[in-house]
C-alpha cells in the first residue's frame, strides 16, 4: 500500500472561536425548512409505496442489509485498528472527534438508514412515473455485468454533481458544513453528516439506476461494495493506492479536501477521481507531502473540540438544528465555489 506522507504528531488545534454570538438574533432559514418538509413528503410516498405492498418492515430490512451489511461493519472495524497501527495524524483512541462521529454512527444506523431506503423508494416511484422518456431501451441487449458497472460508475458521478452543489449553493452548504466541521478525521466522519444532506444526492443518483436498468434494481453486493468503497477515504491513513489512486479515492486523496488551509471545491470524488479529472478538480497527493490539518477556518460552527474538553450528546442536537436557523452573517468559514482563481481563500458566509 503507498502512502503519502509519514505520520504527523497531533495537529495543533484552530483557536477556539466564539461562535454564534446572536443566537438571540436567530430566525428561521426558510430553505431548510423547504427541504425538511419535502423530504417528509418523499417519506410518506415512500412508505405508502411499501404498504400497499404490506412489506414495509422487510424492505426496511433489505435496505439495512445493504447500507449497514457485515462487509460494511467489518470494513470500519478493521480501518479503526488500522488507523491506531498507522495513523496519518496521531491522536487518542478516545479523541473528542471519534467519540462525536461514533454517536452520528449511531444516528445513521437508527434513522438515516431508514431514511435512505425511503428514499430510494419514493424517488423511483415518482421518476418511474416516467419511464417512458426516461430509461434507454438500447441497454435491455447489454450483458448484465456491463448494466451494472455503467450504472455504478454514473451513479458515482450523480454523487459527485451533488457533492460539488453542497460546496456551490448556500442552502445545500448549510447542511454540508457539519460534515467538514471534522478537526480529527477518521473512518467514522464518513457517517458524520446531517439526514437532508443526502436527499440531493440520492435524487441524482436514482436516475442512472433507472434510465439504465429500468425495475431491474441494483445487486445488494454491488451496493455494499460502492457503500464500502465511499466510507474507506475519510480514514486516518496515509494510504494513497499508488497508480490505483489515479482512479479510486484515497484517504490521502480525501483528507485534501477537507484540508483547513488549502483551496476548496477539489477533490470532490466520493469513489471515483475521474470526474475531479474531468471537472479540472483532481489534486493527487504528493509523495512525503506533510498531512494537511482538516476542519473549518475559524470554527463558524459549534464543535466538539471547542473549549471544555467534554464530549457533550446534546452538541449533536445543536448542530442537526442549526441549519435551521441563522444569525449575524459575521460567522464565516472556508472558501465557496465561486469561480475564484485556484488557491484563492474566500469566505463562506453563514447566515
Known sequence: MTTAAGALEPATPSPPAVINEGCGNRRPYLPTFVLAASTVWLLWVGASTIERTGNLGPVLAAGRAELIAPAVLALVAVILACERRWPAERRDALALGHLHDAAFFAVHVIAVVPLMTLLGISFAQLLGGHHQWIEAPWTSSWPRWLLLAVTLVLMDGANW?????????????????????????????????????????FLLATIPVI??????????????GYVCLGTLPHANLRWSFGPLGKVLV??????????????????????????DVAAGRARFPARNTPTCRTGLAGRPLRIEQDAGGRWRPGLLVTQLAEPFGTDAPSTTGVGRLDGSPEGTQVSRSWG
Open 211 to 224: 434510465a439504465l436498468m429500468g425495475n431491474q434494481g441494483m445487486a445488494p453486493v454491488l451496493v455494499t
Open 161 to 201: 454533481l451533488a457533492h460539488w452543489a453542497d460546496h456551490r449553493f448556500a442552502p445545500l452548504w448549510r447542511l454540508h458544513a457539519l460534515h467538514h466541521t471534522q478537526e480529527e478525521l477518521s473512518v467514522l466522519t464518513s457517517f458524520r453528516a446531517h439526514p437532508l444532506s443526502h436527499v440531493p444526492g
Open 250 to 275: 484515497s484517504p490521502a486523496y480525501h483528507r485534501q479536501h477537507h484540508s483547513i488551509e488549502g483551496p476548496d471545491g477539489f477533490n470532490l470524488g466520493i469513489v471515483l477521481t475521474v470526474w
